[in-house]
């Protein structure tokens, strides 16, 4: 069965990712997903705990860009301005965990991988994306939780199943 150890397993949403701890690590660029890591689905707004560590996010240093698989252009175009106002680039239909739009990321940060964490909720996209190109990796759980429909539920219990936790 494939393994899947994040580098950093929170128990908790993007906010409980203590980034002092992960820049200490010699990381020096976040690739954020989109979708439930750090902002609700179709919400178009941050969550208030997820925006103030953004901001702790870039007050450290940290260079910071979001690949999204996300791909509904009326909803991305809705949202350009609210992540301009914050200078957070995004990288659109990226189709994770395959490798190009991450390197595209990658370049964008002008970080080797090593030196760069993807943050996301779903194992067998962000997770193993990172995996596939040596990045540190972060799991933190979906931000609309037990709110998501069974369907979505039921993928991220199956999900979790390969993550490597001993």
Do not use: H
Not at 13 to 32: A, S
Not at 106 to 111: A, M
Request: hydrophobic fraction near 40%; proline fraction near 5%; include cysteine.
């Amino acid at each position: 069965m494939l393994r899947l150890k994040p580098t950093y397993l929170p128990r908790g949403t993007v906010e409980k990712l203590n980034l002092q701890n992960i820049w200490t690590d010699g990381v020096r660029g976040l690739i954020l997903d989109l979708d439930n890591t750090i902002m609700r689905p179709r919400s178009g707004e941050f969550c208030t705990v997820v925006l103030p560590w953004l901001k702790q996010a870039q007050q450290l240093g940290f260079k910071l860009i979001i690949v999204t698989n996300n791909t509904n252009e009326k909803y991305l175009k809705s949202i350009a301005s609210t992540l301009d106002g914050l200078n957070l680039p995004m990288i659109t239909k990226a189709g994770k965990p395959r490798r190009g739009k991450l390197r595209e990321a990658l370049e964008y940060l002008e970080l080797p991988a090593a030196e760069v964490c993807i943050i996301g909720d779903r194992v067998l996209t962000d997770v193993w994306g990172g995996v596939r190109l040596s990045m540190k990796t972060a799991f933190v759980e979906p931000l609309l939780g037990e709110q998501e429909n069974i369907a979505y539920r039921f993928l991220r219990k199956l999900e979790k199943t390969f993550l490597n936790e001993s």
